[in-house]
């Protein structure tokens, strides 16, 4: 973990979920990002009808995003995941990907399950807060 952030996981609060339920932060430069989405560098949405294979998408042009402004995903201390279902288990295959990606760096994230995203055929899309030590 970069120093400068510090996640919080309360011993009165569950161990059983996969991410940090606070993070502190002390002096840096923060990131806020726009939604990644799964857009490949044409602007066509990557992965049609495929959640886990746009969250793959999402993620690394979140990592493109997160670099170019200095960052990466060692550097997130917020998640927000947006997964266009009403169904579990496509918000779980999401969620999936996108832990996958951040490994032992848990974040405190949200996962939504919303009614539509954006672009046509969008199925998912993350937001990110990163700070960066200064």
């Not at 120093?3 to 979920?17: M, S, Y």
């Not at 918000?91 to 996108?98: D, H, S």
Request: charged share 15%; proline share 5%; net charge negative.
């Amino acid at each position: 973990m970069p120093a400068g952030i510090e996640f919080v996981r309360p011993t009165g609060l569950t161990d059983q979920v996969p991410y940090a339920y606070a993070a502190v932060v002390g002096s840096g430069r923060t990131v806020f990002t726009a939604g990644a989405c799964p857009l490949d560098a044409a602007g066509a949405t990557v992965a049609v009808g495929d959640v886990a294979g746009q969250a793959r998408q999402v993620v690394a042009n979140l990592v493109t995003t997160l670099e170019a402004a200095g960052a990466g995903l060692s550097d997130v201390v917020r998640t927000t995941v947006y997964v266009a279902s009403a169904q579990r288990a496509d918000l779980v295959a999401a969620w999936g990907v996108v832990r996958a990606a951040f490994g032992d760096h848990d974040a405190p994230s949200t996962l939504l399950g919303v009614t539509v995203l954006g672009y046509p055929d969008q199925l998912v899309e993350v937001e990110a807060v990163a700070v960066v030590p200064g």
